[in-house]
């Protein structure tokens, strides 16, 4: 058995940062080796967005990992701690989410999450499932346990309170409900990313304090975009979301460095940690080159999100267009009511979709990835005509062009 646990343990450690304790992961896996009896690990998701991207599935992997070693995973959506809002990682009181927006960003996550986790065997859970039933003296009573001084040891709360940033009294609910979550469901391991660690401690506290046996926690690292240097997110333009088109998607992990790819073939893949080292080692010595390395992590990434067929005809278009310089097959087409005769590259990016704000416009235009007709403008001031001519090809980045038309009403 010693053996089998040593290979779990190997399985289940690849890519995390903290396990604590391993000792104790190790006593529960053999634990439920022996009695039959799977292990409780939950995830918790606030929904703060309507989409998920390759970011969020690096925990999502990890539960796919319990789920086939046949433990019991919990994809828990935090519908009650929604209505705090996460303050983790913020510098400032994050605003609330009403209800309804709480209710459209569950229903695309039960969508997206069954392309990674077996449907059958996760179970969907909402911590207003228990949240919600707590009176005022369960809230005092639970606030009773965990000290000021302890909410103070997190990194953002403290930097916060040095800086005499304010800190509503309400967030520091959050940790202590996210805690409450783990002692409602009897976990054995709970995950999350590193900033989630704080939160998942408390976890283990409030377990102890509730004379329960403490959960094991297990953080997995932030993955950065396709910038290298931010962590993955909708906002700053640098992401890649699960339900990304196969064409979109190969285009965009192509456009990641040769060093970041290792970080994707280690968290965004099932393959072992041995098996990425010997592929670098080949890249390395020059038996296989860079870019058929990223080619190989696209085509495995897309298959897994969408098939093999269609991860075959992206890398097709892939080489057809940046290797050969040819347009794509398909340009999509824009129709845009223009504000007058001209109208500012920022605002046009925006109103393409080709941008999801004016800043992040503006930075693909200083950044020089900007394109129209095949010209790269800089100038954020640059005006477009939109009189006296049929339309207009706007290329941003490497893999996006369209193809834009002006209203003319």
């Not at 970041?260 to 080949?282: F, G, N, P, Q, V």
């Not at 109103?351 to 200083?366: C, F, K, M, V």
């Amino acid at each position: 058995m010693s053996s089998e646990i040593d290979d779990q343990l190997s399985y289940l450690m690849k890519g995390c940062v903290d396990v604590v304790p391993a000792e104790q992961l190790a006593e529960k896996l053999r634990k439920s080796r022996k009695t039959g009896k799977p292990l409780v690990v939950k995830v918790g998701f606030d929904p703060s967005a309507p989409d998920l991207h390759l970011g969020h599935t690096v925990v999502i992997r990890k539960m796919r990992h319990f789920q086939q070693l046949g433990h019991r995973v919990i994809f828990l959506i935090g519908d009650f701690t929604g209505l705090i809002g996460d303050p983790t990682g913020k510098k400032s009181t994050r605003p609330q989410l009403s209800p309804e927006e709480i209710e459209a960003n569950a229903a695309t996550y039960r969508r997206q999450i069954f392309r990674l986790l077996d449907a059958d065997a996760t179970i969907i859970d909402f911590n207003s499932r228990w949240l919600g039933k707590l009176t005022s003296a369960d809230w005092i009573r639970l606030a009773a346990k965990v000290t000021v001084a302890q909410m103070l040891e997190r990194d953002d709360f403290r930097t916060r309170y040095e800086n005499q940033q304010p800190i509503a009294l309400h967030e520091f609910l959050y940790p202590l409900a996210q805690a409450y979550d783990s002692v409602a469901l009897a976990v054995d391991v709970e995950l999350g990313g590193t900033d989630q660690l704080f939160n998942l401690l408390v976890g283990r506290h409030l377990m102890r304090e509730h004379g329960m046996d403490p959960q094991v926690v297990m953080t997995l690292p932030l993955l950065e975009g396709l910038d290298g240097v931010e962590k993955m997110s909708k906002s700053l333009g640098n992401y890649v979301a699960v339900e990304d088109d196969p064409t979109d998607m190969f285009g965009k992990l192509m456009s990641i460095s040769d060093d970041l790819m290792w970080k994707y073939w280690l968290l965004l893949t099932d393959r072992s940690a041995e098996e990425i080292d010997a592929e670098r080692d080949k890249v390395i010595d020059g038996t296989v080159h860079p870019m058929d390395a990223k080619k190989a992590l696209a085509a495995t990434i897309v298959t897994e999100f969408h098939s093999a067929d269609a991860a075959e005809e992206a890398r097709r278009e892939f080489e057809r267009v940046f290797s050969s310089g040819h347009l794509p097959q398909e340009i999509p087409e824009v129709v845009v009511d223009p504000p007058g005769e001209a109208m500012l590259l920022s605002k046009l990016l925006v109103a393409a979709g080709l941008a999801t704000s004016n800043s992040e416009a503006r930075r693909l235009i200083e950044q020089g990835g900007v394109k129209i007709e095949g010209e790269a403008l800089r100038d954020v001031k640059s005006e477009i005509p939109t009189t006296g001519t049929a339309s207009i090809l706007i290329q941003v980045g490497k893999r996006r062009f369209t193809r834009v038309s002006f209203s003319k009403d």
